[in-house]
């Protein structure tokens, strides 16, 4: 099949799905969804302080081919691979109800926060409610509630103890990630050879 032929449907394709991604991801849209996910949380933590928990946020790497020029740099992330930044939330069940992605492989998850819709908007969680997220991002309260664990090194045991069940609830954002990878592998285990400005999509 000509290169141009295979283009032209694997933009055809992203196109349709980019239609429907209001339909499958999206924040809890009822005070009862949004129990669910918060019963979730404390489920999965363990405790009853993270029974306001809304979400989980952290960010993993899309692989590109690095654009040529001096710009190619900053796409080369930690892990020293050429990258896009795709930033999501979830549920306590694995399912993704927000994501930002678009940003280059260098830049930090905590900048990549500050500039996403999330954080910017203000429109979830609702007040009284917060997300969990690991070490690399700030621990907040506006504009956007964020908890963290505490920091190393860690003292006394109720901070372990915070640590252990945060850690606990956080960790189904690492098993959404995962699960992506394993699904569409196709995307995530080799570099995509698009433009830059074609990945987010």
């Known amino acids: 099949m000509p290169r141009t032929t295979v283009h032209r449907i694997v933009h055809r394709v992203t196109e349709e799905v980019v239609d429907i991604r209001d339909i499958v991801i999206y924040l809890p849209k009822t005070p009862e969804d949004l129990e669910a996910i918060c ?6 933590a363990r405790h009853r302080a993270f029974n306001k928990a809304g979400g989980a946020i952290d960010g993993c790497h899309v692989r590109i081919v690095p654009p040529g020029g001096p710009g190619r740099r900053c796409y080369v992330n930690r892990k020293l691979f050429a990258s896009i930044t795709l930033q999501a939330v979830c549920d306590h069940q694995g399912r993704f109800i927000d994501t930002y992605v678009g940003w280059p492989g260098s830049v930090h998850d905590a900048r990549v926060l500050r500039h996403s819709p999330l954080y910017k908007e203000s429109v979830y969680p609702p007040p009284g409610h917060f997300i969990l997220a690991d070490g690399g991002y700030p621990c907040l309260q506006q504009p956007l509630p964020l908890i963290t664990p505490y920091k190393r090194p860690i003292r006394g045991v109720a901070a372990q103890r915070f640590n252990g069940h945060h850690s606990r609830a956080r960790s189904i954002i690492e098993r959404a990630f995962g699960m992506m990878k394993t699904r569409f592998r196709a995307i995530f285990l ?10 987010p999509l």
């Not at 080799?190 to 990945?199: D, I, M, N």
């Open 39 to 44: 019963r979730g949380f404390a489920g999965l």
């Open 190 to 199: 080799q570099a995509l050879e698009v433009k830059p400005t074609f990945v």
